[in-house]
């Protein structure tokens, strides 16, 4: 499976931006999905997690009610919105797929990465 990843860019803070993810490959659909993010000088985190069928999400505190995770397995496609952003979100973001549906939260146990979009948000 290849993945890339589109959408960052530069937003004011309070704004919104759906990052995209799209996948290559016939067996997209059953793989648990998640988006990371990586801050400069940070260590790379889970931001939103989503099962293979999209019945089971989950989100790190810090974006819990701002952000959205979907996908749609027919475009095999995966999709992050995201509202009310703020400055401390500014970061690289990834799409990963976990070929073995583990669950995970670390990046180590993601199989396929995307190749990160840039998301600015100014104050």
């Known amino acids: 499976v290849q993945l890339q990843a589109s959408g960052g860019g530069l937003v004011q803070a309070g704004g919104s931006l759906r990052l995209s993810c799209a996948a290559s490959g016939p067996t997209f659909s059953n793989y648990d999905m998640a988006w990371f993010r990586q801050a400069p000088g940070k260590e790379r985190e889970i931001v939103a997690h989503?099962?293979?069928?999209?019945?089971?999400?989950y989100y790190a505190d810090s974006v819990k009610g701002r952000f959205t995770i979907s996908r749609d397995n027919a475009k095999n496609a995966v999709y992050l919105q995201m509202h009310s952003l703020k400055p401390e979100d500014t970061a690289v973001y990834y799409c990963?797929?976990?070929?073995?549906?583990?669950?995970?939260?670390?990046?180590?146990?993601?199989?396929?990465w995307g190749q990160g979009t840039l998301v600015t948000v100014s104050s």
């Open positions: 989503i099962s293979w069928s999209g019945g089971r999400t």
């Open positions: 990963a797929g976990d070929s073995g549906n583990t669950r995970s939260r670390s990046y180590y146990d993601y199989d396929y």
